[in-house]
RNA sequence: CGGAGCGUAGCCUAGCGGUUUAAGGCGCGUGCUUUGGGAGCACGAGAUCGCCGGUUCAAAUCCGGCCGCUCCGACCA
């Protein structure tokens, strides 16, 4: 992609009312724009970077056998009402009205529409378990956005239901969504506790609530200095030690970035969603569910990975893989930096390619700025050496590496 | 929804009753000079000062209402 001809465009200043971090950065880089309060646009820098993060939810759910389906946000009034949520959300639902004066909400969480979908399926305990999962737009009707991406009106969530025939099963299954929840908080950097949490309007036994440590977390958490302990300062109280492993705990600021329930029959049995199972009995479905924001996922990993020139995407959900710039409009230099680019884009590497008529110090801010793991530099003064300068967002020296062995070397180290 | 604050050019700000033409910076256009850490000079375009009403000889500036946005509180992915 050449930098001349795209959409988003760095900023130079902010308004002072910005204070999130991430809300910070990722309105400088352009990745996103405010449209109204708790609203935002996905620019294209930002769009990749939500739908590399999607696209990594979506290989693990994969992994834990979970179908992707995509269901409605606009559903009918009689739906909610089989639930009794349809007054009774908090969040309160967005409200709608057909030319038939028929009303509908622009769904918040598709508990109902998974149910539904779930009782008209399945009929046996041959046909369980079972797991579905959408990335889909939901609408919540706020009191009060903040922190930009942090809490908005309208996200995208990864929504996961399973169903099943028993507990086991069902307890089974969420361990399985648990660590797959763990592994996709690794790949992008974060470390993650998981928090017994209320169910809240979602209901079910009981919940966990997957905490992100961060100063600009809204929630306070104790967390064991040395294992994985954390727990939720309202719920529990003064613990003085861990009860896993008895070492010391810290109050930490974190960000709840995915939430877990088991909802148990909460559901099915107010919906008639149920199953025969293997002595000819009639029985609810036994359900979870299990939900990740995409959107505040990606602010979280700015939150927790930037420094005070821009954001340090970890490779998995950077916009590009490699950010390569030109310096000067010198023929030999400008053929170099695209006989680059294209051997880099042939080894399969994402390449963006600043082709600017920009100045080398505005060159270098802005891919502080955006912070795409690999910047490489093609210069006069690197074509001196017939190479390429290669320096990591992460790291402080540079290194050159011959322009023949660029493509291969990077592909080797991103690999 | 309670409390606080803010709306001036595409963006960030100054001005907060009276230099009559609303100021500066960024960005944008044209030309020239520059090119390893947000370059320089010159010229130029761009604003019904959020909206409506009121006070006044005079309103961006004071008052009221409305709209929008931000932050703190309660709630959430």
Not at 172 to 198: G, M, P, T
Not at 342 to 360: F, N, P
Request: proline residues 3%.
């Amino acid at each position: 992609m050449k930098q001349s001809k795209l959409f988003s465009k760095t900023k130079k200043e902010l308004s002072e009312d910005v204070e999130a971090a991430s809300h910070k950065w990722l309105l400088k880089g352009d990745f996103i724009d405010q449209l109204s309060s708790g609203i935002y646009s996905f620019l294209p820098l930002g769009w990749r970077v939500h739908q590399k993060i999607e696209n990594l939810i979506r290989e693990e759910m994969n992994k834990i056998g979970a179908q992707e389906v995509f269901l409605p946000s606009l559903q009918p009034k009689q739906l909610w009402e089989e639930t009794d949520r349809w007054g009774n959300m908090a969040p309160p639902l967005f409200k709608l009205e057909d030319q038939h004066e028929r009303e509908y909400a622009l769904g918040s969480t598709h508990e109902e529409v998974i149910t539904d979908l779930a009782r008209k399926r399945i009929e046996s305990y041959r046909d369980l378990p079972q797991a579905v999962f959408q990335i889909q737009n939901k609408f919540r009707n706020e009191v009060r956005a903040t922190g930009g991406l942090l809490r908005t009106r309208e996200f995208m969530m990864k929504d996961l239901y399973s169903f099943h025939a028993t507990e086991k099963s069902l307890d089974n299954y969420y361990q399985k969504v648990k660590k797959a929840y763990f592994r996709i908080f690794d790949s992008c950097n974060l470390n993650a506790v998981a928090v017994e949490a209320e169910s809240g309007s979602i209901g079910g036994s009981k919940s966990e609530e997957f905490m992100i440590e961060s100063p600009s977390g809204e929630d306070e958490v104790l967390i064991c200095k040395n294992c994985n302990f954390g727990a939720n300062t309202e719920k529990v109280g003064e613990l003085n030690e861990c009860p896993e492993c008895g070492a010391e705990l810290e109050h930490k600021n974190c960000i709840e970035e995915a939430h877990a329930f088991y909802l148990g029959d909460k559901y099915s049995s107010e919906m008639g969603a149920t199953f025969t199972d293997k002595n000819g009995e009639e029985e609810p479905l036994l359900m979870g569910c299990y939900g990740i924001g995409v959107g505040r996922l990606m602010a979280t990993i700015v939150e927790v990975s930037h420094d005070d020139k821009g954001i340090i995407w970890p490779m998995r959900v950077a916009p590009f893989q490699v950010h390569l710039l030109q310096l000067g409009d010198d023929k030999k230099v400008e053929k170099t930096a695209k006989k680059v680019t294209k051997s880099l884009q042939e080894a399969g590497i994402e390449v963006l390619y600043d082709d600017r008529d920009k100045s080398a110090g505005e060159k270098f801010a802005d891919a502080d700025l955006i912070g795409i793991p690999y910047r490489l530099v093609v210069s006069e003064k690197s074509l001196e050496e017939d190479s390429v300068e290669v320096k990591m967002r992460v790291e402080d020296e540079t290194e050159l590496i011959s322009t023949g062995k660029i493509a291969e070397e990077i592909e080797n180290r991103i690999k």
